[in-house]
């Protein structure tokens, strides 16, 4: 169980235009859904927090006009990369909440992943 | 921000040796995970530890909740080749709903 599936793993686009991730909860209902971006040989930086219904909540130096976040249902969020730039090009993660007996016990389960390349 | 301190940032160790890595935060957590990722993939739940000065294991995997809850350490007894990869450490507190990252410690197992 707790199986989170990201789609696409990986795409390439062309410099302006846009590109949509999904993360998915496949087996268990997600209230909390979180976007990461990680590069080469770093950590995972935490791009913004998705909230079933609700706005997402943005960390510090994210654009939201840039990153579109929405989380329509609670196993599905989506994150739209719009007008793309080459600086854009990054490994994109996202991870969905799980609470096992309560708030406090509480894990997150990742997706695979999506590279992507904007050329 | 949280910060979370993960060391030793890599390892080189021969097959057969036990390896042990730690974080420590600034703030106190609820809840500490343990995840491996592979280059290219997504990270993958190991441990999850939910009480301070519990200690869990996963099979060759040794994780425990600090008592002082600012900490949390992960032992692998008898590597192999296989447990080569990336180990994040993370940490939440409920009053944050989300979850900080270790920095990562890149494991190497020389057969």
Same mark, same amino acid.
């Given at each position: 169980g707790a199986v989170v599936s990201q789609h696409p793993s990986w795409v390439i686009c062309k410099s302006g235009t846009s590109v949509k991730i999904e993360c998915r909860s496949l087996d268990f209902q997600a209230t909390t859904m979180f976007w990461y971006r990680q590069f080469p040989k770093q950590s995972l930086m935490l791009m913004a927090t998705s909230n079933e219904g609700s706005k997402a909540t943005y960390e510090q130096g994210v654009e939201k006009d840039k990153f579109l976040i929405n %989380? /329509? $249902?609670?196993?599905l969020s989506t994150l739209t990369v719009t $007008? /793309? %730039?080459?600086?854009? $090009?990054s490994f994109y993660i996202c991870s969905a909440s799980l609470h096992r007996g309560g708030d406090l016990n509480t894990e997150a389960f990742f997706g695979q992943g999506t590279r992507l390349t904007v050329v | 921000g949280q910060q979370l301190n993960q060391s030793p940032q890599s390892m080189f160790i021969q097959e057969g040796e036990d390896v042990s890595m730690n974080c420590t935060s600034s703030s106190i957590f609820n809840t500490w995970l343990w995840y491996k990722q592979d280059p290219g993939e997504g990270p993958v739940l190991l441990i999850a530890l939910y009480k301070a000065g519990e200690l869990t294991s996963n099979g060759r995997l040794t994780a425990q909740f600090g008592t002082t809850r600012k900490d949390s350490f992960l032992n692998i007894s008898a &590597?192999?080749? &296989?447990?080569v990869g990336i180990y994040f450490c993370a940490g939440r507190n409920v009053h944050f709903n989300k979850f900080y990252f270790g920095s990562g410690t890149k494991l190497n197992v020389k057969p």
């Open positions: %989380h /329509a $249902s609670l196993t $007008s /793309a %730039h080459p600086e854009d $090009s | &590597s192999i080749p &296989s447990d």
